[in-house]
């Protein structure tokens, strides 16, 4: 598994790729929590690629209910499809068969639930489906997956229950801002992402930005990790550490100095005060720590 996702541009740790292999041989989703920019999400998009698996992303927000999530009912086709039926009728009583077609999977809309389940069409392989940042969608949305985690089904009143032939890959992923309930965590496997060591982080960056010179990507990753180290209101993610090596090579630098480091701090600074606190901790000490530990 490791091998298989390295090679679709994802370094994995042992123990987060255990947990990838496990949800995969035993049918069980997998809940990822960890801080936002440490790859959860690449997680479903790799083993995505891996498999040769359709990717299905539910991305949650706040208020999110089941027709984004789950299905709804093409109302606009429906009514047409009424008004046919009224000229055919010329004006006439339309019959309960009418009433009975509206709501045929005909006008089912699947959203990316539904879609895992009982897909449109055949597939050679199970999707990979992504349920990305649970926890921002409220309490009840919750309630709405559990059907889904536990019995891989989904059902539909007017229709009946859809189960699913072969199980999707089920990754779940969430920032923390808030604790997903217990029994949605109970029908889940569980890892918590970390942020890299610095060997690991030096080997992400030089996979996913191929284009940055080795030295640069040393010492970014060195910066990185002494960023995280101070306490910042949003430490920078991996996400962050590779927009800052490529955002340094697009100005031409092959290692890092104090001048480039203050223009490209808001690729991986995304708060003013966060900033502010680099800058009065002493932008010339933070190069010379990267440049000594990236040597």
């Not at 045929?104 to 392989?125: D, N, Y």
């Not at 489906?129 to 059907?147: G, K, M, P, S, Y």
Request: hydrophobic fraction near 45%; include cysteine; charged fraction near 25%.
């Amino acid at each position: 598994m490791r091998d298989a996702l390295e090679a679709n541009g994802y370094l994995a740790d042992d123990g987060l790729a255990t947990a990838i292999f496990l949800a995969v041989a035993l049918h069980r989703p997998l809940l990822l929590e960890g801080e936002a920019g440490v790859g959860k999400t690449e997680v479903a998009k790799a083993l995505a690629a891996a498999s040769g698996a359709e990717l299905l992303r539910l991305q949650c927000y706040e208020g999110i209910d089941a027709a984004q999530a789950v299905y709804e009912w093409d109302y606009s086709r429906q009514l047409l499809h009424l008004r046919a039926a009224e000229v055919r009728a010329g004006g006439g009583a339309l019959g309960a068969e009418v009433e009975d077609e509206l709501y045929s999977e005909r006008f089912l809309v699947r959203r990316p639930l539904l879609e895992a389940i009982a897909p449109r069409r055949a597939r050679q392989s199970p999707p990979v489906l992504l349920i990305d940042e649970v926890d921002r969608a409220d309490d009840e949305f919750e309630a709405f997956l559990l059907e889904i985690l536990s019995d891989y089904a989904v059902t539909v009143p007017e229709l009946g229950t859809f189960r699913a032939e072969r199980p999707p890959v089920v990754v779940v992923t969430s920032n923390r801002t808030r604790d997903v309930h217990d029994a949605l965590k109970r029908r889940c496997l569980y890892h918590w992402v970390e942020h890299p060591d610095f060997a690991r982080e030096v080997a992400i960056v030089t996979l996913r930005a191929p284009g940055v010179d080795a030295t640069l990507v040393r010492q970014t990753a060195a910066a990185a990790q002494t960023l995280r180290s101070m306490g910042l209101y949003k430490p920078p993610g991996v996400a962050e550490t590779i927009d800052w090596a490529e955002a340094l090579a697009a100005v031409g630098r092959r290692s890092l100095d104090e001048e480039s480091v203050a223009a490209t701090l808001g690729s991986v600074c995304k708060y003013r005060e966060d900033a502010e606190r680099i800058r009065t901790a002493g932008i010339a000490e933070l190069v010379r720590t990267a440049v000594l530990r990236g040597a």
